[in-house]
């Protein structure tokens, strides 16, 4: 099964552009586990809860990527000439 694409993406783009991960990053964990997905760290996010320290929340959602086995995009960071961000996504085979 397949997670939720568009929060994914959505998030882990988030975490890409070192942007904070809060409540979102908890929110998406609690819809992974409800969709059937399952690890450790998966588990772990979803029973965060406030005040949330990005030193926490970004290793433990690097980690979920990594035991979901969804490490398998490869997302690049980088600036346009107006110095807007932008992400390249493309799927690994």
Known sequence: MLPNS?????ITARYVLNERLDQDAVDWAV???VEGHDSPSLRTLAF???PFFDYEIRPLFQRCLRELNLGACLLIRFRDKNQRN???IRRQN
Do not use: G, H
């Open 86 to 88: 932008w992400l390249a």
């Open 48 to 50: 965060e809860s406030e």
């Open 6 to 10: 568009q929060s994914t993406t959505e």
């Open 31 to 33: 819809k992974m586990l």
